[in-house]
């Protein structure tokens, strides 16, 4: 019963600071977005600047700039699966919103996170099959749109 | 300074590229799946068009991190290996440039997967 109760009062408190504060929470996540979303391609810019800079250069040799722009791919995926493992990537999601999941730290997350999710269902169904849930769609869509792109440009171009 | 005026310019284009999905999410309440995807195929279409070159240009990774990247590299690769060899770079061109991110994304997912537990969901 009181349990009910709880239940109750909590969604007429979201109901009641949902219309109350509806502007100021889109202002306030896009703020935050903005800052979380700017600081993770900042850091992705500082990784490559990084590759870039002499006492790397002087370790690994100099590297074109496709290598630095994978490289630099690889450390910002690297980063978003370790922070998911970790199982922080969720905590800064809730703070960031989209700042989190457009970046392709996000993109790493939404691998990731199914995958430890369903490893109690198996690996094949579990994890291989669930592991593409988010980023399945972005690859077929993605695909897809450059496929048909690449057609028009083929036309065009004879 | 020039390091200054890049990373910034890599930050505020990157952050707003996010506020632009989180006033989707906010607004119209779609999912960030519905987001993802919606980003990379606008992506692909501002860069056939040669709009998001500019972008890249401008804020190199601020541009190149968000999903909007992905399509620009996927779009990328095609049009290279469309003007390399012809009819197949329409279906060759795309992927190869997006595999590091796909690749070690499922890697580090199946290690994650074996090694790390998800904390209960509450």
Known sequence: MSDNLDKLTVKQYQKISDSNSGKSNIVKNCIMAFIFGGLICTIAQGYSDLLASKPVVRVIGILDEKSIGALTVLFMVFLGSLLTALNVYDCIGTVAGAGSIVPITGFANSVVSPAMEYRSEGLILGVGAQMFQVAGPVLVYGTASSVLVGLIYYLVKI | ?122
């Open chain 2, 1 to 122: 300074m020039d390091y200054f005026v890049q990373y910034l310019c890599a930050f505020v284009v990157g952050g707003l590229i996010c506020v632009i999905a989180q006033v989707l999410i906010d607004k119209t309440k779609m999912t960030s799946a519905r987001i993802l995807v919606l980003f990379v195929v606008c992506g692909v279409f501002l860069t056939a068009v040669g709009l998001y070159d500019y972008l890249v240009e401008f804020a190199d990774y601020g541009a190149r991190i968000p999903l909007t990247g992905f399509g620009y590299s996927l779009c990328k690769g095609v049009f290279n290996s469309i003007d390399e060899y012809g009819f197949r770079g329409i279906f060759t061109g795309g992927l190869p440039d997006v595999a590091t991110g796909v690749v070690m994304a499922v890697v580090f997912g199946l290690i994650a997967s074996i090694v790390s537990k998800p904390k209960s969901k509450k």
